[in-house]
Structure formats: C-alpha cells, structure tokens
C-alpha cells in the first residue's frame, strides 16, 4: 500500500467526543489528503495538504480540522464527532505535477454512536 | 457540478468471461482520467491513468478507452478471474494536482465459478 498506515483502522467513539485519525507515509511525498467513503457516494475530498504546516479545505471540511507538522504525518480531527461522521475514512498521498498517481491507505472505519 | 456516472452499479460474470464497465462525466476542465480497482475493505489501487490525448491504455487485463469529445471512458476486463471480484471507480481530475477529483459511486463486480 505504497507506505500509507492509517490508524487507527477500526474505532467506536460516543457523539461528541473529539476524534484523532492518523495517517503516516513512508514516501516522502509532498501532498496528502483526506477522503470519507459513503454507501451512495464516491470518494469526497475532506482536507488536503501540500506541505508542512501548509493545509486547505476540501468540499466536506465542515466538522473536521487538519494538522501536518511534519512531512510524513497527517492528522484529522473531528473536533466533537456526530454520527453523520460515521464512514469509511481514507488518506491519499502523491507527488507534486499535473497528472501524478495518488495512493490510498487502507482505511479507517469510524462508528459514532 | 463535476459529475461521474458509472454503470451498470453492479454486475455478476462467469470465470473466464469479459466484461466492460461504462463511465461518463461533465468534468471541466478536464485533465486525466483515472480507473482504479478497491478490494472489499481496502483502499483504492490504482489502474490507469489517461489524459486527454490517450484513447487507449492497459494494464495487464484490464484495457480502458477514453473518448474525450463525447466524454465517455470504458473498462474491459478480459478472461476475468476470481480476484477481478471488486469495485472499479472512475475518476475524472478537473485539474492539477490531485485536490481537484471527482469520483464515481464505483461499478461492482462479482466473479463467481
């Protein structure tokens, strides 16, 4: 899986409690990001980053907050989780360049109840 | 609104057997376009990648098509073994970078003996 780990790969978690998901690479790639899963939907941008320190919101921001205080971390924070939250929770990274791969961990099912 | 439409939503096929997959989107402006292949509890692989001048690309069994003026991709899986067993997405990137994509709901593919 291109040296993505996302953890932690299964969590239960009470409605609003704050929530940490991290994402680590091995790749040295500059930009990562964050994407939900949903039954009925295709893959929908959270949160990206394209270096340190350097982050932006993708179409679903609200409700979740980004770090990456260093290259190969990328953290995502529900900041008091709600069980619309519930999903399937994925982490991309690539290069830099107009057409460039992106590579996917293998996910982390988050359940709010 | 960037959209991709993919069908048929799901299929069965026999061992051996072909199939191809449909993908259609109004994404602009458009830069490549992507297949990727995810196993039932696991991220998103890569497949293709063709930009706007590639009509054709393969990757072992799997050949995908792109027609840019009537904005259609397709996905043939030849001789399909028990592993193609999957669902296969199509994203269009409307951009540089990878901020910027736009993802089918997937097509659902079953191989059974």
């Known amino acids: 899986d291109a040296g993505i780990t996302q953890s932690p790969r299964h969590k239960v978690t009470e409605t609003g409690t704050p929530v940490t998901l991290r994402c680590h690479q091995t790749e040295n790639h500059r930009y990562m990001y964050w994407y939900r899963q949903d039954p009925g939907h295709g893959l929908r941008l959270i949160h990206y980053s394209y270096g340190v320190k350097d982050t932006d919101k993708g179409e679903v921001s609200d409700g979740y907050s980004v770090s990456r205080s260093k290259t190969e971390d990328f953290l995502l924070t529900l900041e008091s989780a709600t069980s619309s939250q519930t999903s399937v929770y994925f982490c991309?990274?690539?290069?830099?360049?107009?057409?460039?791969?992106?590579?996917f961990g293998q996910g982390t099912r988050l359940t709010v109840v | 609104k960037n959209q991709v439409e993919q069908s048929p939503q799901s299929l069965i096929i026999l061992e051996g057997k072909n199939c191809t997959l449909q993908c259609n989107y109004t994404v602009s402006p458009f830069s490549n376009l992507r297949w990727y292949k995810q196993d039932t509890g696991r991220g998103p692989v890569s497949l293709t990648i063709m930009t706007f001048s590639e009509n054709t690309k393969s990757n072992g069994r799997y050949t995908a098509t792109l027609d840019a003026d009537t904005k259609q991709s397709s996905l043939h899986i030849t001789a399909s073994q028990l592993s193609d067993s999957a669902s296969y997405i199509c994203?269009?990137?409307?951009?540089?970078?990878?901020?910027?994509?736009?993802f089918g709901k997937g097509n659902q593919v079953v191989v059974i003996p």
């Open positions: 991309a990274i690539s290069e830099g360049g107009a057409v460039t791969e992106a590579f």
């Open positions: 994203v269009v990137s409307a951009g540089y970078g990878n901020n910027r994509l736009a």
